[in-house]
């Protein structure tokens, strides 16, 4: 490495109490996917940092939990303003770390502002529920308070996104927030810091700590946190679930996925390929909502999806993030490129069709970047690991099947639940699927059914630990707890005996 590279790679800290603090923590490169370069060394935080930044969210919490939810909000809106005004910086900063083509880190940012805009409501979505008279001279209602310290635990392939499913909520309703990002892309959510205090945040209301396993025991383990919301893989989810909750903590622990795409013999097969191409290899398969697995209802349309799938990865265009012509950029990591290669070759070892291969991919000028070419498999049965792990890659696996029923009940025994849709031009269908499947969210010729802001996201079975989904009106119930007072102002001037019977 010249030293002028050495110059340009920056260390990034923590953001606790409205300032940066650099921890003396052990430091863990940072890379861009594109070219393999190390681009940040990141201090890893230790327990200490936690607690600092836990301390200062505590400290923060009495004044804040007073403010008034319309002065909450206002702070929403300014900041909604900032990610607006500062969108190319937090849309290259996703790229140089993600990897993402920049028009898919643009995409993943409007999603986040969404959750804002939504936050921003907190006045209305605040407001209790007052019932009077509920006895003689008797009035009740019910308050949603704030818990106090809360943290977030976010996963690499969404760096900015994600933690804002999760914090902006939890600080309209009043509470105090840790962020723990991922390791690997940890750049976006100190930018989100920053513009949180510029937009008029008071300082420790919302906190970043760097690090990895030792920073999230730290947080599961500290009786000041109440409450954690994870997003990552399943076996994280659910060990987090458990010592969280173990803990007496409240937790939602978002999982991993394996979503399928039934395909009927009446779809429109181009649309639904292009629907395919873009849910399959859009941002590498790096996603948990992507499409991994198509089912064809039937062998003439499996045929003829299989052949149009050909043609279009034929043209897909794979390279560097910054280069928006691309359709697709790298993963994420060499570790993670490794992993998904493994998985495409034990899908040939266990006698699946690899229709095409992607490994041999070579991006001119990116040559120690972490690139793999889209994947296609072919016959794909349920008993391989292709078809039950999760790959989180540019891998498609076709699973053939003779009925709407067979495709369902498939879909029904896999361990996830997250998402899944139909391609189809039959309303009854489409109605039985949406009705019937055991999976959260469900597309009717809809690859991604991402819910907007005003619905809360969450899958079903392995694909999510807890009761409350993340976002939307389920995030006010995640991050307040009720209390319902009753009350009544006796007159003075009547003298009342004591009564003895339940009231
Ligand atoms: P991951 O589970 O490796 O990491 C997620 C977070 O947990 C990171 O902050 C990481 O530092 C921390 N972590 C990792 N291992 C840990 C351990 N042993 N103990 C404590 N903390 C640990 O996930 P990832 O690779 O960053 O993200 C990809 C995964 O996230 C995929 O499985 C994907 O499906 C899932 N995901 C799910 C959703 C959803 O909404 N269900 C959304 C996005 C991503």
């Not at 019910?142 to 900015?160: C, D, H, K, Y």
């Not at 399943?234 to 937790?251: D, L, M, Q, W």
Request: aromatic residues 8%; glycine residues 10%; hydrophobic residues 40%.
């Amino acid at each position: 490495m010249t030293k002028q590279q050495q110059l340009k790679i920056s260390e990034i800290g923590h953001w606790i109490g409205g300032t940066v603090v650099n921890g003396s923590g052990e430091k863990q490169p940072v890379y861009n996917p594109a070219t393999g370069e190390v681009v940040a060394q990141l201090s890893l935080a230790d327990k200490a940092i936690v607690e600092q930044a836990i301390a200062a969210a505590e400290a923060a919490f009495p004044a804040w939990r007073d403010t008034p939810p319309s002065k909450r909000a206002q702070v929403m809106f300014r900041f909604k303003a900032l990610l607006e005004q500062h969108s190319e910086r937090i849309v290259a900063a996703i790229t140089q770390q993600h990897g993402k083509v920049l028009h898919d880190a643009a995409g993943e940012l409007a999603r986040g502002i969404e959750v804002v805009d939504f936050a921003c409501g907190a006045p209305q979505l605040l407001k209790g529920e007052h019932s009077k008279n509920v006895g003689p001279g008797i009035d009740s209602w019910n308050e949603q308070q704030p818990l106090g310290v809360v943290a977030g635990i976010t996963p690499f392939n969404f760096p900015a996104m994600v933690p804002m499913w999760m914090f902006p909520m939890a600080i309209v309703c009043g509470n105090c927030f840790v962020l723990k990002p991922s390791e690997r892309d940890p750049g976006p959510a100190l930018i989100l810091a920053e513009l949180l205090t510029a937009a008029g945040l008071p300082d420790g209301v919302f906190n970043v700590v760097n690090g990895d396993r030792e920073a999230v025991e730290t947080l599961l383990h500290d009786p000041r946190v109440q409450a954690i919301s994870f997003v990552g893989s399943t076996p994280v989810a659910e060990s987090i679930y458990r010592t969280g909750t173990a803990n007496g903590k409240r937790v939602q622990a978002l999982g991993g996925a394996k979503n399928h795409a039934v395909v009927m013999p009446d779809a429109d097969l181009d649309n639904a390929v292009s629907a395919l191409m873009g849910a399959a290899y859009g941002s590498c398969g790096e996603r948990c909502m992507a499409i991994s697995v198509a089912v064809a209802v039937g062998d003439e349309v499996a045929d003829q999806l299989v052949a149009k799938l050909k043609q279009q990865l034929a043209v897909l265009k794979v390279g560097p993030g910054n280069d928006n012509s691309n359709d697709m950029g790298p993963l994420i990591t060499a570790e993670h490129l490794a992993k998904v290669r493994k998985y495409v070759d034990i899908g040939v070892a266990e006698g699946a069709e690899l229709t095409v291969d992607g490994r041999g991919l070579k991006v001119p000028e990116h040559a120690k970047g972490f690139f793999l070419g889209g994947c296609l498999f072919d016959k794909v049965t349920p008993d391989m690991r292709i078809y039950k792990e999760e790959i989180f890659g540019p891998v498609l696996c076709v699973v053939r099947v003779h009925s709407q029923q067979e495709a369902m009940e498939l879909i029904d025994r896999h361990e996830y639940g997250n998402g899944t849709c139909i391609f189809t031009r039959d309303g009854e269908a489409a109605r039985y699927f949406s009705d019937r499947i055991k999976v959260g969210m469900v597309g009717v010729n809809v690859p991604l059914p991402v819910p907007v802001a005003s619905h809360s996201f969450g899958g079903w079975k392995r694909s999510l630990f807890g009761d409350l989904y993340a976002y939307g009106p389920d995030a006010v119930r995640f991050y307040t707890r009720r209390k319902t007072i009753t009350q009544r102002w006796p007159s003075s001037s009547v003298r009342e005996g004591a009564k003895f019977s339940f009231p």
